[in-house]
C-alpha cells in the first residue's frame, strides 16, 4: 500500500516562507506526476504545482514566480518551496501522486494533508 506522508505545514507571517515535503513508502520512480493540491474553507481543492518524471512541472497562476516544486527519486520524497507567502495561500496542503496501471488507467494516492496558515 503506497503511503504518502506530508511534513512542514505551520503558521507563518505574511511575506515568509515554508518548505513541505512529502515522503512515499517505496520508489518513486513509477508516480507521474507527482504534486501538491491545496484546499481553503468553504474552496474546491485545486492544483498548485506538479512535477512529472521528465522534470517538467506546472504552476497555479496564483503562485507562479513564488512556489517551487522538485522530486527527489533516489530519496524517494517530493518538494513545495514556498516563498512570499500571502494569506490567500493558507490551505490544507495534499501530496498527491498518480501511477498508471494501463496507458489509460491511473491510480491517484493522495497524504493526509499538512495545514499551512499565513497570518496578514
Known amino acids: 500500500q503506497v503511503q504518502l506522508v506530508e511534513s512542514g505545514g505551520g503558521l507563518v507571517q505574511a511575506g515568509g516562507s515554508l518548505r513541505l515535503s512529502c515522503a512515499a513508502s517505496?520508489?518513486?520512480?513509477?508516480?507521474?506526476?507527482m504534486g501538491w493540491y491545496r484546499q481553503a474553507p468553504g474552496k474546491q481543492r485545486e492544483l498548485v504545482a506538479d512535477?512529472?518524471?521528465?522534470?517538467?512541472?506546472n504552476y497555479a497562476d496564483s503562485v507562479k514566480g513564488r512556489f517551487t516544486i522538485s522530486r527527489d527519486n533516489a530519496k524517494s520524497t517530493v518538494s513545495l518551496q514556498m516563498n512570499s507567502l500571502k494569506a490567500e495561500d493558507t490551505a490544507v496542503y495534499y501530496c498527491?501522486?498518480?501511477?498508471?496501471?494501463?496507458?489509460?488507467?491511473?491510480?491517484?494516492?493522495w497524504g493526509q494533508g499538512t495545514q499551512v496558515t499565513v497570518s496578514s
Open positions: 512535477i512529472f518524471r521528465s522534470g517538467s512541472t
Open positions: 498527491y501522486a498518480k501511477r498508471w496501471v494501463r496507458p489509460t488507467t491511473g491510480i491517484a494516492y
Open positions: 517505496g520508489s518513486i520512480d513509477s508516480f507521474n506526476p
